[in-house]
């Protein structure tokens, strides 16, 4: 029998060497490439991108033996959620415990935040005004506004804050606690410029103090005017962004705050440095633990209200999140994913267009965008472009962040009930268990099938 | 209402508030003030807040020192101090006046977007910070880090100026009389025209000071930190 020929294997010789660096991956080449390139830290929108522990690493302890769930269809559980009932007249009332995060009009196109104004009346819950104001499209298409008070104070005034329902006082954000805001001079837009009182197409830089007050001390002070100017009536919000969150929310707490705000370093930007981004703040998760400890321990947790934002994408999130123990969650990512951040088309005049062309302009693609800063958003979302913008109209894109809402709500309700919750305020650390170590250390929640949390003491 | 005398119309009301609350004096000025002219506020005793957020064209006098944020969000109303103001005095004033007869703390007129604010006095750290329009006239001297970031508007001190005046200046226009210890970044003395001699001079008018308007240098911003730029020395 004739043999047959054996193909010759390829020599290890021959083989294109692929060996990847851990230290020296895709993303630190392109960093270094970028600074040698170019000399400039780069700039970009959304949050941190890379792996972090958070509300993947929980799970929940569904019902079982030892626990009684409710019926999904006939058993009501409860979603309203109050805020701010520790010293104002007219607390705020929402349906959900989902609010739309501050994000400016300048940032966003008026457009936009007509669109979430709508989405969010139609919800029953808030939107939130951001680092340029606060326009008339929002406060007419927004049931209940939450009107921030920011170290820029751009557009700052007594009739808008007469006219908002909720005053927040922005101390920082997530994605860069000890940062101001910032736009660059391609979205500062004659509208936009206007409304600052700034120089059209200048790079603006918000201050990241405020000009009037200081510490905490002041802070207390500060609050107290802000109700004095509004007769008491509105609720005052704190923001913080995430870094010492214990002492921050028991400074917040003795300040004056009605309800504090929690933005974790997964929070979003339009406009960061990247090292701020990923590099400074901590874990929306780790978060959430240290605001809930200090109100405990003030015992006030039934009086001061804590929201958290930082990466809030699904209904799992925001059931983890109310489970740890916050009132209430603020969304911003994910709010402009639902409009069509990212997405590979965007609707127009009843029609689907492909956006992919726009994003190979930006040097990127569908589902890898960050380039808020450039005010080129290929679906009309981040921009101030008089073309682009029209690539969201305002019906659709409220109808897909209501939509993308009422999802959240319906999961989290559907979790409450496979916890044995009538209302979803009343999920609680023990109906969950985490999957990492860091996790568990980090959110005070006992490692999946054991009863350990690493740093607490078994009692 | 407690401790308040009215005359005849358009009437003047007192307040006292060792006996009311900043709340109450708060309260009634926000209402409907048609009928009243002025306002006199008794002890004071640097109280915070007083006449916060106005919307009328009131006179509301304050016998004494005001705490924090006097006249905060000042709109139409005419309020005179007569003692020393705390930090932020006139703080976000969207129009109307407020003479401060003492010194000012500081954040002077902080972030004002429209009005006159007077001090006689001097003012202390950051005056006219952020400012966004509006007019402040320093009749002594002016703190650090006065015009800090200042927007719009225009900022007279008939004294002198600490450290770091004007620093990240926009298009507020500064007019010093007295010395200037030093300049913030991107703020430069400018030559005066004949448009700043009569802004000055009418500005020094409105104030009641009597001072000529050519003792006065020009402050502005050399707008090179309008655009961000990786060329430029990194310390700042």
């Known amino acids: ?30 960093y270094i490439e970028r600074a040698a390139a170019t000399g400039l830290y780069e700039i970009r ?78 919800l029953g819950t808030s939107t939130t005004t951001g680092d340029g104001g606060m326009t008339q499209e929002e406060r007419a298409s927004s049931k209940t506004l939450v009107y921030q008070c920011l170290p820029s104070r751009y557009g700052f005034n007594p009739d808008d804050l007469r006219k908002a329902d909720a005053i927040e006082i922005v101390i920082g954000q997530g994605a860069k606690p000890g940062g101001g805001g910032m736009l660059l001079g391609q979205k500062v837009s004659s509208r936009v410029a206007k409304m600052r009182t700034l120089p059209e197409g200048i790079d603006q830089r918000s ?36 870094t010492r969150v214990f002492h921050d929310v028991k400074l917040c707490v003795h300040a004056g705050a009605d309800v504090i705000v929690v933005d974790g370093m997964q929070g979003g930007t339009a406009a960061t440095q990247l090292a701020f981004i990923e590099h400074v703040g901590i874990p929306t998760l780790a978060a959430v633990r240290q605001a809930v400890e200090a109100l405990e321990e003030l015992n006030v947790k039934e009086k001061v209200q804590l929201i958290v934002s930082g990466g809030v994408r699904t209904g799992a999130d925001v059931a983890k999140a109310l489970a740890l123990g916050a009132d209430a969650v603020s969304i911003g990512q994910g709010i402009l994913m639902a409009l069509g951040c990212n997405s590979d088309s965007y609707v127009q005049g009843g029609k689907h267009y492909s956006a992919e062309a726009d994003y190979r302009l930006l040097k990127t693609a569908s589902g890898y965008c960050h380039h808020c800063h450039t005010g080129r958003c290929p679906v009309g979302v981040t921009t101030q472009d008089p073309v682009l913008e029209q690539r969201l109209e305002p019906e659709v894109g409220a109808r897909r962040v209501s939509n993308y809402l009422k999802t959240l709500n319906m999961e989290l309700t559907m979790i409450a009930r496979a916890c044995g919750k009538q209302n979803v305020h009343h999920l609680e650390r023990e109906d969950l268990a985490a999957l990492t170590i860091e996790a568990a250390a980090m959110s005070g929640v006992p490692l999946a099938g054991t009863s350990w949390i690493p740093g607490v003491q078994p009692t | 209402m407690v401790g308040v005398t009215r005359e005849s119309a358009p009437s003047s009301v007192k307040f006292d508030l060792r006996k009311q609350s900043v709340s109450e004096l708060n309260q009634f000025l926000h209402g409907d003030l048609t009928h009243v002219a002025t306002v006199r506020v008794e002890n004071p005793d640097g109280a915070h807040s007083i006449a916060v957020a106005i919307d009328a064209p009131v006179r509301i006098e304050i016998a004494g020192h005001a705490g924090y944020y006097a006249a905060a969000m000042n709109q139409q109303a005419t309020v005179v101090i007569e003692g020393n103001a705390g930090p932020g005095v006139a703080e976000n004033m969207m129009s109307g006046r407020v003479e401060v007869a003492g010194f000012a703390s500081g954040g002077a007129g902080a972030s004002a977007h429209g009005g006159f604010l007077v001090i006689r006095g001097d003012a202390g750290l950051r005056c ?39 620093d990240s200046i926009y298009e507020a226009i500064l007019y010093v009389r007295g010395d200037i210890r030093s300049l913030g970044a991107d703020a430069v003395v400018q030559p005066m025209t004949a448009e700043d001699i009569a802004a000055v001079t009418s500005l020094l008018a409105a104030a009641g000071i009597d001072a ?23 310390e700042y």
């Open chain 2, 128 to 166: 006219g910070i952020s400012l966004k329009g509006g007019d402040i006239v320093v009749v002594g001297d002016v703190g650090s880090f006065s015009a800090f970031m200042a927007q719009a508007g225009r900022i007279v001190i008939c004294g002198d100026a600490a450290e770091g005046l004007g």
């Open chain 1, 207 to 242: 201050a990241c103090r405020h000009p009037d007050w200081t510490g905490p001390d002041d802070l207390a002070i500060k609050i107290k005017e802000l109700r004095e100017a509004t007769d008491w009536e509105k609720p005052i919000y704190v923001k913080i962004g995430a």
């Open chain 1, 1 to 30: 029998m004739a043999t047959r020929p054996v193909p010759e294997m390829p020599s290890a010789r021959d083989a294109v060497q692929r060996e990847e660096s851990a230290l020296y991956d895709r993303r630190i080449l392109d």
């Open chain 1, 45 to 122: 929108g959304l949050g941190a991108k890379r792996r972090l522990p958070h509300f993947d690493d929980l799970v929940f302890l569904g019902a079982s033996l030892s626990r009684y769930p409710l019926e999904g269809y006939r058993e009501k559980c409860t979603t309203r959620t109050i805020l701010g009932t520790r010293f104002a007249k007219k607390p705020i009332e929402l349906d959900i415990p989902i609010t739309i995060a501050g994000m400016s009009f300048g940032s966003l196109s008026a457009r936009v935040k007509e669109a979430l104004g709508r989405a969010a009346t139609a």
């Open chain 2, 212 to 234: 000529s308007a050519r003792e006065f240098k020009r402050v502005g911003s050399a707008r090179k930190l309008y655009h961000w730029n990786a060329d430029a020395k990194q």
